[in-house]
């Protein structure tokens, strides 16, 4: 049996537990463990068949191409005129396909969805029956709609799976719906990322337009020829940029990450599989799918790199001063985000995706360790209050200190082998002038580098308050402090394995040691990737790249260094609290998040609520005075047609009805009752049809 070739079963699993715990379980109310063990064997074959169908296909297919299994036509809409003239067929099919890209999201999409499925087992034991089946099930769903995403062999079916993690994004995030503050931030990722769809939707239409097909596979060798650029150039460009509009919702990039921070309303456990792991890669996945669009377009790739690097610096100087633990997370991904879009924006575009693969692991791992934290303190997220914990909780501890380091971009943790590969590619962008933008590499590079310093403060600054020194909570609180059961802790230790080794088992940098073969993950990835920055020889030495390596490590290491000395030498943060009083205005603008909130509400909300008020106005005085108006005009002819209808039109009807009633009341004289009289009436009737009869002859 080859399992690739069902590959629609893959999504098929968790849609099926999704249904089961949505429609049956949650209605009738059969109880938390049917509920879970429902949606842990969907996410659980779902996994199984896509590790299962993956290796068959590496082992058995040529892995350098797409294989793709078409399950039904889905549209058909004939001829359509294309423009540049002709026509082409408008065949959309619900295809799935596997190949290096969707291989590798496939993998680690499955198993840590499972993980963080398991995980939530513990951490949602306290909701009742009808809301935790209800977590489940829309976590089943989430499944679905992702690998739907990743899986898609066209555009539209990849958009059918956009849309679908918004929409479970939406009911994540506003879980706790009864909480206004919960059920605002839903609908704030929710009208937010349809900003990006904009921009998706108009990418689908002029692809079609210009390229008369929507499959993967088509437009990859469309773009390949060696005639593309120039014909295809302008084309690529400008939907280049419009994928970019969605990639920078769905992925929280500026300016339309602010959905982000406020996603935290919902579970922990919905942090980690959406907003950390999954969902929020699915605007890298998109561009890095749709490279060969970049590659034709130098300026769209360049507006890549430009956003990504810009945000990257950006939410780190957010993180820096947040006090609540899941917030300085959010912050975080934001900003590592960002360094993914800069891989893909200076062409490194499997450094990206290498990029994206270990933020799951060790971000995963980051989110449900303060879960776990969240969960031993009864709720509380707000780090001014904790502390200590490290000898209440030693695996949460240990396990969020990897993480932190791999984040941090301590070699050889995961983070530091995938960030540095894509810093080491923006400065080799602007030394080589890439596309004759190599100033503006330059300046991304070396914001990526602040950005990296940034984040092993901010990160390093969390677990020292967070685990060491004294517990500064209450005494009810310190008497509640424990380690989380084993479905939490047992997803962590497996999550800050692969975040220790994770980085250089899959993705070992071989460039520095003249071993390029040693990646496992470029030399997988490369035959999807169209153009030459991806196997080119390097433009820098050997000296240089090492140098920028130094570089980094001692970049984090200072970061690291000066939250130590801030928040673990001096336990009464007397530092920080100077610095605060020493300069108000820029904390403030730190604590505040630039007030970019503030300035949306004011310019978009409530611009948006006048304007709605306005036309209330226009309505009430205007539309409706010109009706009252003609209203008023056409009173004298309605009078005389008044009288028209009620003297001839009532008449003629009141006189049928009278020859009716008067009828009626005269046939209703024969209705007696007797059995008789009904039997002589029939006779008399019979006899008199006899003598019509023989009169007639």
């Excluded at 049956?24 to 996410?43: D, E, P």
């Excluded at 108009?202 to 337009?209: D, G, M, P, V």
């Excluded at 539309?623 to 047609?641: A, E, I, K, P, Q």
Aim: charged share 10%; hydrophobic share 50%; aromatic share 16%.
């Amino acid at each position: 049996m080859k399992f690739y070739h069902y590959l629609w079963l893959i999504p098929l699993f968790p849609l099926i537990g999704a249904a089961i715990n949505g429609l049956i379980v949650n209605r009738r109310g059969m109880g938390k463990n049917l509920a879970h063990t429902i949606a842990l064997i969907g996410s659980g074959l779902a996994w199984l068949w896509g590790w299962a169908a993956v290796l068959q296909w590496y082992l058995t297919e040529d892995h350098t191409k797409s294989y793709v299994v078409k399950a039904f036509t889905w549209m058909s809409g004939g001829m359509m005129p294309l423009f540049g003239g002709g026509h082409a067929p408008l065949e959309i099919s619900a295809s799935y396909q596997i190949d290096p890209i969707s291989a590798v999201m496939v993998s680690f999409v499955t198993f840590v969805g499972f993980l963080i499925h398991l995980y939530s087992v513990g951490y949602m034991h306290s909701e009742d029956d009808r809301a935790y089946s209800r977590y489940f099930s829309y976590l089943n769903l989430f499944m679905f709609a992702m690998l739907t995403l990743i899986l898609g062999a066209n555009l539209p079916v990849l958009f059918v799976g956009w849309e679908g993690v918004g929409l479970c994004s939406y009911l994540l995030i506003g879980f706790y719906f009864e909480k206004d503050w919960c059920a605002t931030a839903g609908k704030k990722a929710f009208i937010v990322n349809r900003i990006g769809d904009f921009g998706f939707l108009l990418a689908i239409f002029f692809t079609f337009e210009y390229f008369g097909t929507l499959d993967f596979v088509k437009l990859s060798e469309i773009m390949s020829a060696h005639h593309a650029a120039a014909q295809w150039g302008g084309a690529a460009t400008l939907i280049g940029l419009l994928l970019l509009v969605g990639a920078m919702g769905k992925s929280a990039q500026i300016p339309l990450y602010v959905w982000l921070p406020d996603a935290m309303a919902g579970p922990t456990p919905v942090s980690a599989l959406i907003h950390a792991a999954t969902m929020v890669t699915a605007g890298v996945y998109m561009v890095v799918r749709t490279n060969f669009f970049y590659h034709l377009g130098p300026q769209a790739m360049l507006g890549v790199a430009i956003v990504g690097g810009f945000t990257a610096f950006y939410a780190a100087t957010i993180g820096l001063v947040q006090n609540d633990i899941k917030k300085v997370l959010a912050y975080s991904t934001v900003s590592q985000l960002g360094y993914m879009f800069l891989g893909a924006g200076v062409g490194a575009f499997a450094a990206g995706l290498f990029h994206v693969v270990t933020h799951a692991f060790f971000k995963a791992c980051l989110f449900l360790g303060s879960g776990s934290v969240i969960h031993a303190c009864s709720g509380n997220q707000d780090m001014r209050t904790m502390g200590g914990l490290r000898k209440y909780m030693p695996k949460t501890y240990w396990t969020f200190l990897a993480a932190t380091l791999a984040i941090a971009g301590i070699p050889p943790f995961a983070g530091f082998v995938s960030k540095d590969a894509i810093l080491g590619k923006a400065f080799e962008a602007g030394f080589t002038d890439l596309n004759g933008f190599g100033t503006a590499y330059f300046v991304l590079w070396a914001l990526g580098l602040a950005g990296a310093a940034l984040t092993a403060f901010y990160m390093f600054r969390l677990v020292f308050m967070t685990f060491h020194g004294e517990f500064r909570g209450t005494e009810e609180e310190k008497h509640h402090l424990h380690e989380s059961p084993w479905t939490m802790t047992l997803p962590l230790q497996v999550l800050a394995i692969l975040s220790i080794f994770g980085g250089i088992v899959i993705g070992f940098p071989g460039q520095l040691f003249h071993k390029e073969g040693w990646s496992f993950i470029d030399g997988f990835l490369a035959p999807m990737m169209v153009g030459v920055h991806e196997h080119g020889e390097h433009a820098i030495s050997f000296g240089l790249e090492w140098g920028l390596v130094v570089l980094s490590v001692l970049v984090a290491c200072g970061g690291i260094f000066v939250a130590w000395s801030m928040y673990k030498k001096d336990p009464s943060f007397s530092v920080p609290k100077s610095l605060a009083e020493r300069f108000p205005r820029a904390y403030q603008l730190l604590l505040n998040k630039y007030w970019v909130d503030e300035i949306y509400d004011v310019l978009f909300v409530q611009a948006c609520i006048k304007l709605a008020d306005l036309l209330w106005e226009f309505d009430a005085r205007v539309v409706d005075g010109v009706v009252n108006g003609t209203r008023h005009l056409t009173v004298g002819t309605s009078f005389v047609s008044g009288i028209f209808d009620l003297r001839v039109v009532d008449g003629i009807v009141n006189l049928v009805a009278t020859i009716n009633y008067r009828a009626s009341g005269a046939f209703r004289r024969l209705q007696v009752g007797f059995t008789q009289g009904y039997a002589m009436v029939m006779v008399f009737g019979a006899a008199l049809l006899l003598a019509v009869f023989f009169i007639s002859f």
